[in-house]
């Protein structure tokens, strides 16, 4: 069983940066893959970016790009998000997730992850 726990989320203005924190409790975290997902109110949720149990790995969604940086450090069991450049578009509620196993497509999809956290929300004003 893994617990995790999101924080960082805030109010900021288009062009700041935030860092989102999730914080793990639980056995074994270092050997799950990870995630971060966001999802607007009457919306899907959608994948933004994804990182492998070691850190060695990680991916994208497109609209991030550049702009966002997923990394985690398994001493601490954290995974952290490092938003820059923020869009009014970007404003979200963004959930942490773990999973025993993901590859290839399976990190986009929400349903492959096992573990989620209760979301921090992100508003970024114009």
């Known amino acids: 069983q893994v617990q995790l726990a999101e924080s960082g989320g805030g109010l900021v203005q288009a062009g700041d940066s935030l860092r989102l924190s999730c914080a793990a409790s639980?056995?074994?975290?270092?050997?799950?893959?990870a995630g971060w997902f966001r999802q607007a109110p009457g919306k899907e949720r959608e994948f933004v970016a994804g990182?492998?149990?070691?850190?060695?790995?990680?991916y994208y969604a497109d609209y991030v790009k550049g702009r966002f940086t997923i990394s985690r450090d398994n001493a601490k069991n954290t995974v952290y998000l490092q938003m820059n450049s923020l869009k009014p578009e970007d404003t979200d509620v963004y959930y942490c997730?773990?999973?025993?196993?993901?590859?290839?497509?399976?990190?986009?999809?929400?349903?492959?992850?096992?573990?989620w956290g209760q979301g921090t929300q992100v508003t970024v004003a114009s």
């Open positions: 997730a773990a999973a025993i196993s993901v590859y290839g497509s399976s990190w986009y999809r929400g349903d492959e992850y096992d573990y």
């Open positions: 990182i492998g149990w070691s850190g060695g790995n990680s």
């Open positions: 639980g056995r074994a975290f270092s050997r799950y893959a």
